[in-house]
C-alpha cells in the first residue's frame, strides 16, 4: 500500500511540476483572496489583525476547493481508474498517495498565505508552534477530505459545482477549530488550542480513516 | 394489507397532527414561565425527531444495508433517498419552527448556538447528498456515492444532538431524552407531546411510502426509455 502511495504522489507532484497549473492558477487565487478580503475589511490595521485568523482560513478553504477539483482531474478519466486497476495499485494506496501530494501542495498554500498575512496584515505570531501544528493537522485533514470528496462527486462536467457543495459543509470543523488555534497563535499563550488542535487531529485521522476504508468502493465501476 | 395502508396511513396521521394541533392550542394550559409560546412545543420537538433521529437514522441504516455485499439491493438506495428527501423537509421546518419561538423567547430569530449552527449544517449536507443523487450515473455507482455520503452526514445527527450537553449553549437540554431518561414535562401537555411525536412519525411513513413509489417508478421509467431507445438504434440499424 505504501509503495503504491509513494507512485501515486510522485506521479501527482510530477504532473504538477511540470504543468504548474498550481504554482500559476492555484496560488495567484489565494493572495487574491488575501487581497479582497483586505480591500473588503478596509486599511484600519487593528481591523485587519483582528480578522486575519478568520480569513487566513477562509483563503485555504476556497483554495482546497481548487485544490481537489485539480487533484481530481489527474484522477477523473476513466483511462487513468482502468490503468490504476491493470497495473495492480492497491486503492488504499491511491487515496493515501493523492492525500500526501495534496497536503504538500497545501502545505506550500499555508507557507505562501502566512507570510502575505505577516507582510500585508502587519499580524505578529507569538507562539509558532501551535501555528505550524494547526496548519499541518488541517493540511490532513483537508487533503483526506478533498480526495475522498474528489472520489464521491462523479463526472468532471458536474463536478466543478458540485464539490464546493459537499466539501465545503463538512469542513467547517477544520474552519472553526483552525480559527481558535491560530486566535491562540497570535494571541500571548496557547490557550484554548490544546482541545482545537485535538479537533483537528481526531478530523484528520477520521477521513484518512474513511478514506482508506471508501476509496476502492467509491472507484469500482 | 398494503391498499388497506395505502388507504388509513395519510388520512390518519393528518387526524392525529389536527388533533395534536387542537389539544395543544386549546386543551392545554399555558406554560408558568413560557406563557403561550410553550404551545410550539407540540410541534418543533416532534418535527426535530422525526428530522434527525427517524429520517437521518433510516438514511444510514438503508446506506449501511446498501453498502453491506449480503444485502445490497437498489431498494434500499431508495428508501434511503426517500428518507433524506423527506427528512430534510423536516430539517427546514425544525428551522423555521425554532425561530418563530426563539424571537420572542431569546429576542432573536438566529443564533449562532450549538444545536442550531449544527442542525443548519446537517441540512445542508445533506442538501449535499440530494444534488449528488441528480448527478447522471449508473444506479448502483449512484447507490454507492449516495449511501458513503449518506454516512458521513450521518455523523453530524450525535453531535446534534450532544451539542447541548458539549458547549454552553442558548439552547435548552432536551426534555425527554435527557440524561437521566425522566421527562420534565407532566400531565396533558406530556400527553400532548407525545401524541405529537406519534402525529409527525405517521406522517413521515406516509411521505416516505410515497416518495419511495416514485422513486421506484422513476427509475422503471428510465430502465424503459432506455430499452425503447436501444431498440430504436438497433431498428435503425437492421434497415441499414
Keep these: 500500500m505504501f509503495r503504491d502511495a509513494a507512485l501515486v504522489a510522485g506521479r501527482d507532484l510530477r504532473i504538477e511540476l ?5 504554482l500559476w492558477q492555484v496560488l495567484p487565487f489565494s493572495v487574491l483572496a488575501l487581497l479582497l478580503f483586505a480591500f473588503a475589511f478596509g486599511p484600519s490595521q487593528a481591523r485587519l489583525v483582528q480578522s486575519a485568523p478568520g480569513l487566513f482560513w477562509l483563503a485555504l478553504l476556497f483554495s482546497t476547493v481548487l485544490f481537489a477539483q485539480r487533484s481530481r482531474a489527474l484522477e477523473g478519466s476513466p ?19 493523492k492525500t500526501v501530494a495534496l497536503f504538500l501542495e497545501l502545505v506550500v ?27 499541518l493537522l488541517a493540511a490532513l485533514g483537508l487533503a483526506s477530505a478533498s480526495v475522498l470528496y474528489g472520489a ?3 463526472e468532471a462536467r458536474i463536478r466543478s459545482t458540485l464539490l464546493p457543495v459537499l466539501l465545503l459543509p463538512i469542513l467547517a470543523p477544520v474552519l472553526i477549530a483552525g ?15 490544546g482541545r482545537w488542535l485535538g479537533v483537528l487531529a481526531v478530523f484528520s485521522l477520521v477521513y484518512t480513516g474513511l478514506g482508506i476504508a471508501l476509496y476502492g468502493p467509491l472507484e469500482e465501476n | 394489507m398494503r391498499k388497506q395502508l395505502d388507504r388509513w396511513l395519510g388520512p390518519l396521521a393528518f387526524v392525529l397532527v389536527a388533533l395534536d394541533v387542537w389539544l395543544g392550542l386549546w386543551i392545554t394550559p399555558p406554560d408558568q414561565v413560557q406563557g403561550e409560546y410553550v404551545r410550539l412545543v407540540y410541534v418543533h420537538p416532534a418535527v ?7 429520517a437521518f437514522g433510516m438514511a444510514g441504516l438503508c446506506s449501511v444495508l446498501y453498502l453491506w455485499p449480503r444485502t445490497r439491493s437498489l431498494a434500499f438506495d431508495y428508501a434511503a433517498a426517500a428518507a433524506v428527501e423527506v427528512g430534510v423537509v423536516f430539517t427546514i421546518l425544525t428551522c423555521i419552527t425554532g425561530a418563530i419561538w426563539g424571537r420572542p423567547t431569546w429576542g432573536v430569530w438566529w443564533t449562532w448556538d450549538a444545536r442550531l449552527t449544527s442542525t443548519a449544517l446537517l441540512a445542508v449536507m445533506f442538501l449535499g447528498y440530494l444534488a449528488l443523487r441528480r448527478v447522471p450515473a449508473e444506479p448502483h455507482v449512484r447507490a454507492r456515492r449516495c449511501a458513503v455520503m449518506a454516512l458521513i452526514a450521518a455523523v453530524d445527527v450525535p453531535i446534534v444532538h450532544f451539542s447541548v450537553n458539549w458547549w454552553n449553549t442558548l439552547h435548552q437540554g432536551a426534555t425527554v431524552l435527557n440524561a437521566n431518561l425522566s421527562p420534565t414535562i407532566h400531565g396533558s401537555m406530556a400527553w400532548t407531546l407525545l401524541l405529537s411525536f406519534i402525529a409527525f412519525t405517521l406522517l413521515f411513513v406516509w411521505m416516505v411510502i410515497a416518495r419511495y413509489r416514485l422513486e421506484v417508478l422513476r427509475h422503471s421509467g428510465e430502465r424503459k426509455d432506455l430499452d425503447r431507445a436501444l431498440s430504436e438504434r438497433r431498428a435503425e440499424g437492421a434497415e441499414a
Excluded: M
Design chain 1, 179 to 193: 480559527v481558535r488555534s491560530f486566535q491562540a497563535a497570535i494571541k500571548d499563550g496557547a490557550g484554548l488550542s
Design chain 2, 48 to 54: 426535530a425527531w422525526v428530522a434527525l433521529y427517524v
Design chain 1, 109 to 135: 498554500l499555508e507557507v505562501l498565505l502566512v507570510v502575505g498575512l505577516l507582510l500585508l496584515f502587519h499580524v505578529v505570531v507569538v507562539s509558532w508552534l501551535v501555528l505550524i501544528a494547526a496548519c
Design chain 1, 79 to 97: 483511462a487513468t481508474r482502468e490503468a490504476a486497476r491493470l497495473l495492480g495499485l492497491d486503492p488504499a494506496g491511491v487515496f493515501l498517495g
Design chain 1, 18 to 22: 511540470r504543468s504548474r497549473v498550481v
Design chain 1, 152 to 154: 464521491l462527486s462523479g
